[in-house]
């Protein structure tokens, strides 16, 4: 038994529909003035990576359950296949212009900042939660109706 052999029944096609998919949306990206990057073509599971607001975001291919394919990318994004001029504005970003125009103040424009979500640790912050909790005082335990046991 051959030791490399691909994932899967057999190796992906020349037609090979997540690769044909990947590329139309890495086409129109590039289109619209985005930079995207087509990671492993030639395997079974091909990566569309896209710089979008400052990141790289990592899109695939996937098939629902009903058998049609969605765009995925992201924590919560998706787009239907046949939606790749939806899916390219959404993820294209327009390259940096050289010179920022004036406005008519005669000041220079600048874009505003894309807030960011607030990246917090969970585990951190319920640990300092109970770690406070267990130093709350022994009289505390009255006003809850617990009794303080000895062990």
């Known amino acids: 038994m ?5 994932h899967g029944d057999h190796p992906p096609t020349h037609g090979d529909p997540r690769r044909t998919l990947l590329t139309h949306l890495l086409t129109a990206i590039r289109a619209r003035g985005g930079t995207a990057l087509l990671a492993l073509a030639s395997t079974s599971h091909p990566v569309l990576y896209v ?9 695939v ?3 629902a359950v009903t058998g ?17 001029e939806a ?5 294209a970003d327009p390259p940096p ?8 103040t005669g000041r220079p424009w600048y874009r505003p900042a894309v807030p960011q979500a607030r ?5 951190t912050e319920r640990r300092t939660g109970l770690k406070a909790a267990s130093l709350k ?3 505390s335990l009255r006003a809850t109706g617990w009794k303080a046991v000895a062990v």
């Open 97 to 104: 212009s050289p010179v920022e125009p004036e406005t008519e």
């Open 119 to 123: 990246r917090a640790n969970l585990v």
């Open 87 to 91: 899916a390219a504005e959404r993820l």
């Open 51 to 59: 710089r979008h607001h400052g990141r790289t975001v990592p899109v």
């Open 61 to 63: 291919v996937v098939q």
């Open 2 to 6: 051959p030791v490399n052999t691909p």
């Open 137 to 139: 005082p022994a009289g």
């Open 68 to 84: 049609g394919r969605w765009f995925i990318w992201g924590r919560t994004a998706y787009a239907d296949v046949s939606q790749v």
